[in-house]
C-alpha cells in the first residue's frame, strides 16, 4: 500500500462538548496552569465515562475529516500542559504563585518545593483508549520541558539548568511509556521557545533532546503563538526557529494560518519535516 503523499494531522487539542465542560468558566479563566476542576459539569464519580465518551466523539469526528494521524483531542485535560505537570512531584499546588503570563496579565501557577520527578505514567491510558478506538496512526501529546520551567515559579533549584532536565527526564520516562503503550508519535509541545527565546538558547536545546532520548521516531516538536493572540497581533516570522534543527526531533509543527507566516522562514529548517499549520481557528 503506497504511502500517503502528505499526511494529515492536528495539533492535538480538540473542542470539550459544552455538556462537559463550562465554556463560559473557561474563557474568562486565564491559561491554566493549576486544575481547574470546577470546569468540569460532570460530577466526579461520572467524570472519567463522561471524557471518555467525548474522546470517542472526537476521534470519529477526526476519522470522518479523513485526518491520517489523529488524536485523543486532549479532552481529559483543562489544559495542554496541566494534567501532566501537575501530576509531577515536587511542585505544590495547594500554595500556587502568582506570576507574569505570556501575553501579560497574572497567571496561578504551581510552586517547585522539590526535585521534579514522575511518580506514575499520566496518559497511558489516554493512548491505551485511543489505540483500541481507532485504526488510524495515533499521536500524543507531551508538554515540553522548557515550557513547563516557565509555568512554575522555581522555589528549590539553584541550577535553572538542572531544573529543566528534570523536567526533561520526566518527560522522557513518560515517551517511553507512550510509545510501548501504542502511540505512533510522540510530540513535544513547546510554545514558550517562541515566547522566551534568549532564555531558550540558553536552556530548551538540550532539554528537548534528553525529553526525546532514545523515542524511536516519529517526534515532532510543536510551537505556536498561542491562541490567546488575537490574528491581528502576530508576527508573520518565529523568533526562535532555525535553533531547531539541532534538536533530534524529526518534524517541527508550527502555527503558520493565522499569523500567515511568511513561507521564507521555513528554509532554515534543513531536513526536518515540516508540519504546516494551515487552518486557521479565527476563520468564520
Known amino acids: ?101 505570556r501575553t501579560g496579565g497574572s497567571v496561578t501557577v504551581p510552586r517547585i518545593v522539590g526535585p521534579i520527578r514522575r511518580l506514575r505514567p499520566v496518559e497511558v491510558h489516554d493512548v491505551e483508549f485511543l489505540r483500541s478506538n481507532t485504526d488510524r496512526k495515533i499521536k500524543i501529546t507531551l508538554p515540553g520541558p522548557f515550557t513547563m520551567s516557565r509555568q512554575a515559579k522555581n522555589e528549590y533549584y539553584e541550577d ?43 536552556l530548551a536545546l538540550p532539554a528537548i533532546d534528553r525529553a526525546l532520548e532514545g523515542i524511536p521516531g516519529p517526534t515532532a516538536l510543536h510551537l505556536c503563538f498561542g491562541y490567546a493572540y488575537v490574528a491581528r497581533n502576530k508576527p508573520s516570522g518565529y523568533s526562535f526557529l532555525p535553533e531547531l534543527t539541532a534538536t533530534v526531533a524529526q518534524q517541527i509543527s508550527i502555527e503558520a494560518a493565522q499569523p500567515n507566516l511568511d513561507l521564507a522562514t521555513l528554509d532554515g529548517l534543513g531536513d526536518k519535516t515540516v508540519i504546516f499549520g494551515v487552518i486557521s481557528m479565527g476563520d468564520p
Do not use: C
Open 1 to 101: 500500500m503506497a504511502e500517503t503523499l502528505l499526511p494529515t494531522t492536528v495539533v492535538g487539542s480538540y473542542p470539550q462538548p459544552d455538556w462537559l465542560i463550562d465554556r463560559e468558566k473557561l474563557t474568562h479563566l486565564p491559561p491554566v496552569r493549576v486544575r481547574a476542576w470546577e470546569l468540569w459539569r460532570i460530577p466526579e464519580p461520572w467524570l472519567a465515562a463522561a471524557q471518555d465518551d467525548a474522546t470517542v466523539l472526537a476521534i470519529r469526528d477526526m476519522e470522518r475529516a479523513g485526518i491520517d494521524i489523529i488524536t485523543d483531542g486532549e479532552i481529559r485535560r483543562e489544559s495542554y500542559s496541566n494534567r501532566f505537570a501537575t501530576a509531577l512531584s515536587g511542585v505544590d499546588l495547594d500554595r500556587p504563585a502568582m506570576v507574569p503570563g
Open 160 to 202: 535553572e539548568k538542572e531544573l529543566v532536565m528534570d523536567y526533561a527526564a520526566a518527560v522522557n520516562a513518560e515517551a517511553r511509556d507512550l510509545k510501548a503503550a501504542g502511540a505512533d508519535v510522540i510530540q513535544l509541545d513547546e510554545p514558550w521557545v517562541q515566547a522566551r527565546p534568549d532564555e531558550a538558547r540558553r
